[in-house]
């Protein structure tokens, strides 16, 4: 297709993206106080004043409840997001590429859901039980409901991201855009890249939460090695283990060759 073309296709993929968001934030605008009450929930006994959050201005209340609304439909929408985002590489891909694109978007889709729920039910409290903590020495703490929110958004979207990261580990492994034996012996650097990582997408520069983030991401990293590994060896041997992309490359033209040979 030529470059405008591309563009058009982009551009029509992001709109329905766009508009989908919009009309589901729409239609859950409506029930965002009862949204609001579940995503607290985790919290509610740090909150003060019986769990009552405090809103600072006359405008604040249709703002938060805008951000909570364009919040829950990124969720809701995140399959019709990851689908159209794959849809538009998808006439890039070899036919047998093509049948992997149904799994992934099913994976990368469970993987963000997985990391959004051991957010909420991990992550919430033990952040904000420790930073509240630092306060309560010297300090009343206002629950601000906008700060209060941002923050426990911020964290679910980006541990929800963050969890995608086995299927990057997966994809680079298998395809050997970086060999196995190079991400498995150059573990300890990698460890250091997660902890920065974890560092860098936390929003609450908690070192409770960036713990937290470092050993799941650990952990799912050698998860997904080890798929990979095993994944690697019943398709290549495991002399594969060591390929370079060049390799891979190299590999799919001889079977190419072949096809066409036994074809003929």
């Known amino acids: 297709m030529p470059l405008l073309d591309h563009l058009g296709e982009l551009r029509r993929r992001l709109t329905i993206i766009v508009v989908s968001i919009l009309v589901t934030a729409v239609v859950v605008y409506m029930a965002t106080p ?8 985790p919290i509610r006994q740090y909150l003060p004043n019986d769990g009552q959050l405090t809103v600072l201005s006359a405008l604040g209340g249709f703002t938060i409840r805008f951000k909570v609304a364009c919040f829950v439909a990124i969720i809701i929408c ?11 590489f998808l006439p890039a891909l070899k036919p047998n590429e093509k049948k992997w694109v149904v799994p992934t978007v099913a994976a990368m889709v469970a993987l963000f859901f997985l990391g959004m729920i051991f957010c909420y039910f991990v992550i919430q409290q033990a952040a904000f039980g420790w930073m509240i903590d630092q306060t309560n020495d010297f300090a009343n703490v206002v629950a601000n409901a906008e700060d209060y929110l941002d923050i426990m958004m911020m964290l679910e979207i980006g541990f929800g991201i963050a969890f995608e990261l086995p299927l990057v580990i997966f994809y680079m492994s298998i395809l050997h855009i970086v060999p196995y034996s190079v991400m498995r012996k150059n573990w300890r650097y ?16 908690s070192p409770v939460t960036m713990f937290f983030m470092f050993a799941a991401l ?15 060896i019943a398709r290549d041997g495991k002399a594969a283990l060591k390929w370079t992309r060049d390799d891979y490359a190299n590999r799919d033209e001889d079977d190419d060759d072949s096809t066409e040979l036994a074809r003929k």
């Open 34 to 41: 009862t949204i609001i009450d579940i995503l607290m929930d």
């Open 78 to 88: 995140t399959p019709i997001i990851i689908w159209e985002i794959m849809a538009f």
């Open 190 to 205: 990698i460890y250091v890249g997660l902890l920065v990582l974890s560092a860098v997408v936390t929003p609450d520069a």
């Open 218 to 232: 650990v952990s799912l990293y050698e998860i997904s090695l080890a798929v990979a590994r095993r994944v690697i």
